[in-house]
């Protein structure tokens, strides 16, 4: 069971203020740490310069990585007030929301491909469970790699991979109160500390009671991580992070388009589609823990070994609002019953899964080295990767309990189901082992050519609701992956790659001819060219054009009782332009913007009114810009501003309908000063300032496709003083 635990910002400032006194750490252990200037602002000269821990690519810096990779720094995120993964999307063009609805794990998608949950967050480089409420409170910065990552992760969708960097030991301590508009109220603390020259550790905690903007959806969050370092000797070190949260909130239901053709209007954004008084909230507890040994046998080899545990139980809870099958106005059958009806009528449903678990174990072992071979230099990365996934399941209930209105000012009351969940039983046994190697190869002093490959065996067995097989399945690929970069000028390099990846197959949608089947695992191809420019050290600029293809998976159209069969048939291709700009404009003047363009369609499918529009919930052209401004008149004062465009998007297989087109413009304000020799930071921010109606998301979920309303607006307001 779930268990969230209320507690007042007092004791929290008081937990704040516990000391943390120690001897200042000897050389040694400065010299092989990162010291943080507790509660300063600290201008990073070239954003994401560090090598990425998520790069498929081998180890590199953003200038010599072949890929579009956009990093996120701590900054940026506390100035935001980012805490949910759709947030963190609106801060790169290149992502949108893929089903994230409120008070319920959130997923996103990368280049119109929605990432995959079980492989596509990772935390240090290693796979976490995506089903969770990933926190952010331990994490320095967050690295966003763009596209075919079969090199770094093996079977995983092609859009990309997100990973979260954890905060490493050091001497800081610092406590952040915040609230918003709407009266949440919220509490972090970041201590560290170099408890001897060769230990260090840093502890993060977070307690959230947050007021949502929508009508009974208000939570609660707690949150501990505990993060250290061991230096072994002159050659080893030991990294550990461990991190476990609880939360509580109701889950808001999407909606969903009137007849299967009209978008809902004047939709009020604080209204709770099928609230019911004895919805339980969703529960979602989640621990997630990893290692990293890594041994320098020589100043060019180095070993590294890495293994991580990740779980989260979920108590899924929710008055589901969901299509039109018992309305009056879809009786005859002419309106299809998985959207809500012409009038606005919606069936609610009682649907109840306790303890549903996921979880993710990993293990990895590779050998980084230098060489050469005549004037050729080598950098070399081999290993072994193993995976395990598992998905323990209750049978669930889903009972339609009674029908409401989506203009309904309060939501009628219905009696809930009688009828309780199941035994638990494994629904799902996933299994990865996989062998890798990557070469750089550097030549001709301005060339480079990086040549790799990942061999993958994936053995996968699934179980129905009762736990008796269902499907064994093994499939072996070797998934090449080639870069090419030439170097330009001393600021200028200019990259070409190609990749393959693999992803499992969709499931089939309970409303179509085959009901629970998964499709075969398909096969994606990209290829990019891009240019990385820096100007200087602070400033980055990059473009990248790039195609990727997959089999196209849809629910097809045919004369069976059903009236559709999900196949695997025709080609899905994105074709996309990206330009990103990140740092210092002018000594004052910070800014991180990007757009994109993406023409993805669907080619060859059997079905000519799905071919030749764009594909759904993937808008053509997306920007988003973010600057921060030093104000010359008042030291400590800067103002900061935000804006986010989405072009319209398709919400019909058909392409017939749009959600509109939208503009969505951001304030604020940050204040730093000294009390008594207390460093402080105040930050203000204004989200949706001319509080614009949006559809921020027309993803889909178990094939069926919602509507999710953008936030109206909301001020938020932070304050974080160094003890």
Known sequence: MNRCYRISLLTAALSAALPLHASTPETDASDRSTTELAAVRVQAKQP????????????????????????????????????????????DASLGDSYAPVGYYQNIAIRGFALDT???????????????????????????????????????????????????????????????????????????????????V????????????IDHADGRRNFYSLATDW?????????????YQTSAQRSASGYQLLGATVLPRNVDRKHMLGYQAWQQPVGIDSTNISALHTFDFSPTWQSRVSASYSRSVIDDNVAFAYGCYYAAECADGSVPGNYFAPNGDYDIYDYRSPDDTRRNQQLRAELRGRFNTGNVEHQLTFGADYFDRTVDKRRNVNEYVGTANIHDKDVPQFVPSPLQPGPSVRRLDSEQKSLFVLDRIRFADDWQWLAGGRFVRLDERTFDKRGNPERASRLSRFLPQTALIWSATDELNLYASYAQGISLGQEAPFWTTNEGTFLPAVRSRQLEMGAK???????????????????????????SDYGYTFVQEGQQNHIGLELSAQGRITERLQLTASASALRARARNTGTPAYEGHPLINVPTTRATLHADYQLPFAPGLGITGGWRYASSNVATADGRVRAPSYNVADVGLRFQHQLREHAVNWNLSVDNVFNRFYWRDTGSSSGDYYLFPGAPRQARLSVTVAL
């Open 48 to 91: 994401g310069t560090k090598d990425s821990q998520s790069n498929s690519f081998g180890a590199g810096d953003w200038k010599n990585t072949p890929a579009s990779i956009t990093v996120l720094d701590r900054s940026l995120l506390d100035s935001r007030h980012v805490r949910t993964l759709s947030e963190l999307a609106q801060n």
């Open 202 to 213: 840093r502890f993060n905690a977070a307690w959230d009671d947050s007021a949502s903007y």
């Open 533 to 559: 420019y820096t100007p200087s050290d602070a400033l980055t600029l990059g473009a990248a054009l790039f195609r990727i293809s997959q089999p196209f998976q849809y629910a097809k159209p045919n004369d």
């Open 231 to 243: 230096l072994i000797g002159e050659r080893g070190k030991l990294e550990v992070d461990a991190n």
């Open 118 to 200: 079980a492989t596509g967050y990772r935390f240090n480089g290693l796979t976490i469970a995506g089903e969770q409420r990933l926190a952010l409170e331990n994490v320095q910065q967050v690295e966003i790699l763009k596209g075919e990552a079969g090199l770094a992760a093996g079977v995983i969708a092609p859009g990309g991979v997100i990973n979260y960097v954890g905060k490493r030991p050091a001497e800081v301590r610092t406590v952040t109160f915040a609230t918003d508009s709407e009266g949440t109220r919220y509490a972090t603390v970041d201590v560290g500390h170099w408890v001897t020259p060769r230990i260090g």
